[in-house]
């Protein structure tokens, strides 16, 4: 089966989950009502039974069963765009190892700033919001949790890569992962020591603050407008699923060594491989 055809199924699937929630919405909104009613009828009459209780107890069980059933559905959408999207993924590498471009343009010129900054914020506002069970913990590559250190990042992935510049210095650059050796543990010319994988998720400030750099930590965050990481400490951390980080990049032509406070995405800000300040 082509990817195009694999697609146009998955869309075709995500489209009756989509009505499935809005339906299992629907059908819920009457016992919502319900419990409106009851608890007004309640505050009417200024008591309550036993009988109102024995009610409420039943309405809000339905009600909760009734999020569930939501619940699963919307999780079984999100699983197929998550496969819709990594099947885009995998035919724009395709096309871009066989040196054609997707729709049979031309071959385009270098990419002008303005196009690869729009880009990168399109990826950042577009990471997926990692969302558990009760009970689960976000997983490696979620906000500030790292990769697991036998990690190989994927053909296609996003990462934080350290490079020597045109004079002789380093500096961590954003990447994408073009492949992996196992015979000589590179991922095409650099080492594992000099990548650092992008988060695959961002991190829910209400219900995994865990997932997020805390106050003062240092971390290497993207320079707002450029694709280059520098050294900075977290100002703030997200409070909404929605939010950036509020870094202070070091910067010795501010008195106190740091620029005033600089929003970043959770997409570009990942742990520093270095303690001390340069």
Request: with cysteine; net charge positive; aromatic share 6%.
């Amino acid at each position: 089966m082509s990817a195009d055809t694999k697609i146009a199924e998955l869309l075709t699937e995500l489209h009756q989950l989509i009505k499935q929630t809005q339906e299992e919405r629907s059908r819920s909104e009457h016992n919502l009502l319900n419990i409106q009613k009851t608890h007004e009828r309640m505050q009417t009459e200024n008591k309550t039974s036993p009988y109102y209780r024995t009610k409420l107890r039943g309405l809000y069980t339905t009600a909760r069963a009734d999020a569930e059933a939501e619940c699963s559905i919307l999780r079984h959408a999100l699983d197929k765009i998550a496969e819709i999207k990594s099947l885009l993924e995998e035919r724009r590498i395709a096309a871009k190892m066989a040196g054609v471009n997707s729709d049979n343009d031309p071959p385009r010129k270098t990419m002008r700033r303005g196009v690869l900054m729009t880009l990168l914020q399109q990826s950042a506002m577009t990471l997926p919001l990692w969302i558990g069970k009760p009970g689960d913990s976000p997983p490696p590559l979620c906000g500030a949790i790292p990769a697991n250190s036998d990690y190989v990042a994927k053909q296609g992935d996003k990462v934080a890569a350290r490079v020597k510049a045109v004079d002789g210095d380093e500096q961590w650059i954003l990447a994408e992962v073009v492949s992996y050796s196992h015979s000589t543990n590179k991922r095409h010319t650099l080492s594992r020591r000099r990548i650092i994988p992008l988060p695959q998720w961002k991190a829910n400030p209400e219900t995994d603050p865990e997932a997020l750099f805390s106050k003062d930590q240092l971390v290497l965050a993207l320079y707002p407008q450029t694709t280059c990481f520098y050294r900075a400490l977290i100002h703030t951390h997200p409070h909404r699923p929605q939010d950036d980080y509020s870094v202070l990049f070091e910067d010795t032509s501010y008195a106190d060594g740091y620029s005033p406070p600089l929003n970043v995405a959770q997409r570009y800000v990942v742990a520093c491989k270095e303690n001390k300040k340069k």
